[in-house]
């Protein structure tokens, strides 16, 4: 068993990260790691707020031996104690420290921190595997033994899904899209208060836009020698924050290049993903995409445990009345399981297998 340490592990993805990596065939937790104000505490502990009560936001049960093993702190975490390396902490201490750990271990992270660096690949399941090929290069530059490879932003992570079998066959040429986020989205630190969001949508999230309106270019271009050159599209986003526990929802409206029918779209769409699915990665799910006819799907509380957290819901695909070649569907993806911890999940095991030919 290849050993883990999850880094950033008393927050929302970390907990999720905890959750995901349960009866794992090929990873072990083997260490929690987090700040100095969980550090030496048991896990259990460190969950605590100021009141003593415990903030495991998860439907599973704490197992007892993750509850009681000892946290460690981030900035004396020894990397080579542990095969590989989750880091879900903030982006700040992720810049600082992910680049200490990548000098030995392999990092997959969550944060913000390195996913506009040239020599830095932002990997999704199922999109860009290819891109993983920019991390020999990242470790050849910085002379690093391990290396980092940030997962994407959330709000993306179905939105690119959605949109690759769209760019393969129809290309895209801009994009308009309107997200409707959920509230773990914003992490416990310092979370979201419920007298902002109960009964109540909050239409500005901080440095959300601009995230949104540059990932996918990246993600879906393509690696030409040491650089990956982004996709020629635009795309404009409006994100808000809904009253929602799990699941970011985005409406798209997309004109592509190629004139296309909301039929040809679903038959892409249903298609796209199989060679994916069939390298049988532990966290994949059977299909990347789901589409529904029903008018009133996706919705997050139906909808965004399917494929346990992994498949992207897409609905309401039809012809867009004013856009040129323009296709309008909702797409819904879970953001802390697809858009987080288990997407990162995803991510290690694909790198494991396939890159680092460690199983
Ligand atoms: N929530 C989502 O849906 C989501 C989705 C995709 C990506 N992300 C990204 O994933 C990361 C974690 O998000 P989250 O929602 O889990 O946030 P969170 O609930 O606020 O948790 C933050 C974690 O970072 C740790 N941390 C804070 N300062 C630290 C430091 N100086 N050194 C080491 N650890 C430190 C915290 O430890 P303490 O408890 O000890 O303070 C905690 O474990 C962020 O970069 C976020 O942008 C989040």
């Not at 599973?60 to 990397?79: K, Q, R």
């Not at 600082?96 to 932002?122: C, G, N």
């Not at 271009?221 to 635009?234: E, Q």
Request: a neutral charge; charged letters at 20%; aromatic letters at 6%.
């Amino acid at each position: 068993m290849l050993k883990i340490a999850i880094v950033g592990a008393t927050g929302i993805v970390g907990q999720q990260a905890i959750v995901s990596l349960l009866g794992h065939p090929w990873f072990e937790i083997s260490k929690l790691v987090a700040s100095e104000r969980s550090a030496n505490k048991k896990y259990i502990d460190a969950l605590r707020d100021a009141n003593g009560s415990i903030r495991w936001w998860c439907p599973e049960e704490l197992p007892e031996n993750i509850a009681g093993m000892v946290v460690e702190e981030a900035s004396t975490f020894d990397p080579t104690s542990v095969d590989v390396i989750f880091s879900t902490m903030d982006a700040g201490p992720a810049k600082e420290l992910e680049p200490k750990y990548a000098k030995t271990t392999p990092v997959i992270s969550t944060a913000s921190a390195f996913r506009y660096e040239t020599d830095t690949p932002i990997l999704v399941g199922g999109v860009n595997m290819e891109h993983a090929e920019l991390l020999a290069i990242q470790q050849k530059n910085r002379g690093w033994k391990g290396f980092i490879s940030p997962k994407s932003n959330c709000t993306i992570a179905g939105l690119v899904v959605s949109l690759k079998p769209i760019l393969d066959n129809f290309g895209v040429k801009q994009v308009v899209a309107t997200s409707l986020q959920a509230m773990s989205g914003a992490g416990r630190t310092p979370g979201l208060s419920a007298m902002d969001m109960t009964e109540n949508v909050v239409p500005y999230i901080s440095g959300e836009e601009p995230k949104v309106e540059s990932e996918p270019q990246k993600i879906l271009g393509r690696l030409a020698g040491d650089k990956i050159v982004s996709a020629p599209f635009g795309i404009t986003a409006t994100c808000t924050r809904v009253p929602v526990l799990d699941g970011h929802l985005v409406c798209a409206f997309v004109q592509t290049e190629k004139p296309c029918t909301p039929e040809d779209v679903k038959r892409v769409m249903v298609e796209y993903g199989k060679d994916f699915a069939e390298l049988h990665l532990p966290s994949s799910p059977p299909h990347l995409i789901d589409v529904t006819d029903d008018p009133f799907r996706p919705q997050p509380r139906m909808d965004r445990d399917k494929g346990g957290g992994m498949t992207v819901t897409v609905g309401r695909i039809r012809k867009d009345p004013i856009l040129e070649n323009g296709i309008k569907y909702v797409c819904l993806a879970h953001n802390t399981k697809l858009g987080a911890a288990k997407g990162a999940l995803q991510t290690a095991e694909y790198l494991v297998k396939n890159f680092l030919k460690w199983v």
